[in-house]
């Protein structure tokens, strides 16, 4: 569900200011990296707010590199998937 919230956000909000971009490629990139910022937004607020959330356990850096790839891979699939 929350995919497909954000790819009506990028349809209705964030697609007008990505016109300058031709590569689809790069627009669904510089999409996947503007979710990624959000998510991590959204998980900093949610630990401030419920502090009863345990602490992941493993490499921070190799969670975060994998957050990253999946949310670019979702930005460039979402701007494929949706005509201009």
Known sequence: MIGVIFALAYIFLIQKQLQKIS??????????????????????????????????????????LGSVIGHVVYGIVTVLFIKH
């Open 23 to 64: 590569n689809r490629y790069v627009k669904g990139t510089v999409f996947g990296i503007i979710v990624f910022v959000f998510a991590q937004v959204m998980m900093f607020l949610m630990t401030a707010v419920f502090t009863s959330i345990p602490s992941p356990a493993g490499s921070m850096a190799l969670m975060m």
